[in-house]
């Protein structure tokens, strides 16, 4: 069965940086485009960014672009998210998902399963 296990949130101060990661299991990790939702207090999903499984292509939203660097490990199984210069904007729940696009294709930003969510909280 697909499992998406995120690690890595907590407390941060406006200009600090966090790293998230995701442990994938239960599918052909590297064929799958993955990519990071997050959904911050009363409000809906807000898509971050992807990465492609073949070429490793990336994507960002406009809000975290040039702040946050998404990653893989194809021998790992893992999806990480490098967020620097947080800002209180970026409190949210992030989501790590995986793309629902057939195997070995480009991203879709559609996504299929997701984990459970992991708290993210930038205050001073």
């Known amino acids: 069965q697909v499992q998406l296990v995120e690690s890595g949130g907590g407390l941060v101060q406006p200009g600090g940086s966090l790293r998230l990661s995701c442990a994938a299991s239960?599918?052909?990790?590297?064929?799958?485009?993955m990519g990071w939702v997050r959904q911050a207090p009363g409000k809906g999903l807000e898509w971050v960014s992807d990465i492609d499984g073949g070429d490793r292509r990336t994507y960002y939203a406009d809000s975290v672009k040039g702040r946050f660097t998404i990653s893989r490990d194809n021998t790992k199984n893992t999806l990480d998210l490098q967020m620097n210069s947080l800002q209180p904007g970026d409190t949210a729940v992030y989501y790590c998902a995986r793309d629902g696009g057939a195997p070995y294709s480009s991203s879709s930003f559609e996504y299929d399963y997701w984990g459970q969510g992991t708290q993210v909280t930038v205050s001073s």
């Open positions: 239960g599918f052909a990790f590297s064929s799958f485009s």
